[in-house]
């Protein structure tokens, strides 16, 4: 088990993972609300998606990364991934021990969610094993009996938003007939449970028309990041330099460096890192 570093050094990176490149938009939002923090991003494009594999393939990725970004120094590791958050969270935090903070991505949103009285009925979507977990609809109404909580497993979604495939006829079609279901009609708000769902935000926009809220996870998770850091003491000081982030994959393609423009607002450069082999 990683020993806690007693040298508090808060210029240490935040450590940041997900399947892909899709919690680049949960990094992307820790980046606005902390631009002194120094990011180490890892996506974990080899497996990719994590949505149909299994709890204990999720578990072994996720511990092999958190090693990783606790290498690489991390004083907070960010589980940017719905699909991760749901199987392997207890994992990693037993494994880190006290070394460092864990934060999920579900954590912050269930009690945001419980927070606002005007939610009566929220609609959940994401991969297969996001919503078989159940794990939204255990954490809210485990925190309040108010809230109805309807699910629904939005597979194809994630790959097509990784394709940069998104904002077109095909996708919006794709998204209404997802939106369409029984399960989501008596809904008053949506969490979009992915780290990727921020790129078709408007597009769920568009076909509710103002009629559901829609729930922006990242910028929830972002803030919640922020309050931990400043409660636990580890904020880094402002600086005038800009700080040096590295985003690495598990597998290089062109295309996922292409589609980074849409997930990070300013331009990122891959770095391969395969410890899988
Ligand atoms: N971004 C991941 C999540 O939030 C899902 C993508 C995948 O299936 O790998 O669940």
């Not at 990693?92 to 903070?101: D, H, S, T």
């Not at 006829?169 to 794709?174: G, L, Q, T």
Request: some cysteine; proline content about 4%.
């Amino acid at each position: 088990m990683p020993q806690k570093n007693n040298k508090q050094d808060n210029s240490r990176p935040i450590g940041i993972f997900d399947s892909g490149i899709g919690g680049l938009t949960v990094a992307n939002a820790i980046n606005k609300v902390l631009p002194h923090e120094t990011l180490v991003y890892f996506g974990d494009t080899a497996h990719l998606p994590y949505g149909d594999k299994s709890p204990d393939s999720i578990k072994y990725y996720a511990l092999r990364i958190s090693q990783f970004l606790l290498k690489q120094n991390c004083k907070m590791i960010v589980i940017a991934c719905n699909t991760a958050s749901s199987l392997a969270y207890e994992t990693v935090k037993e494994f880190v021990g006290k070394a460092v903070p864990v934060i999920n991505v579900i954590d912050p949103v269930v009690q945001h969610v419980i927070r606002n009285k005007k939610i009566k009925h929220v609609g959940v979507i994401g991969t297969k094993g996001t919503i078989k977990s159940d794990i939204y609809h255990k954490k809210i109404k485990a925190a309040s009996g108010r809230i109805e909580v309807s699910s629904l497993a939005t597979p194809l979604l994630a790959p097509m938003i990784e394709e940069g495939f998104f904002d077109n006829k095909i996708s919006r079609s794709i998204i209404s007939s997802y939106l369409d279901s029984r399960k989501l009609s008596k809904i008053d708000s949506i969490i979009l449970a992915c780290t990727h769902y921020p790129l078709i935000r408007k597009e769920v926009e568009e076909y509710y028309k103002g009629s559901v809220n829609i729930i922006d996870t990242a910028g929830v998770v972002a803030d919640h990041v922020r309050e931990t850091l400043e409660k636990l003491k580890l904020s880094a000081v402002k600086k005038n330099k800009k700080p040096l982030h590295h985003f690495y994959v598990s597998d290089f393609t062109p295309s996922f460096e292409q589609s980074t423009k849409y997930f990070f607002s300013s331009k990122i450069h891959l770095e391969k890192m395969d410890f899988w082999s």
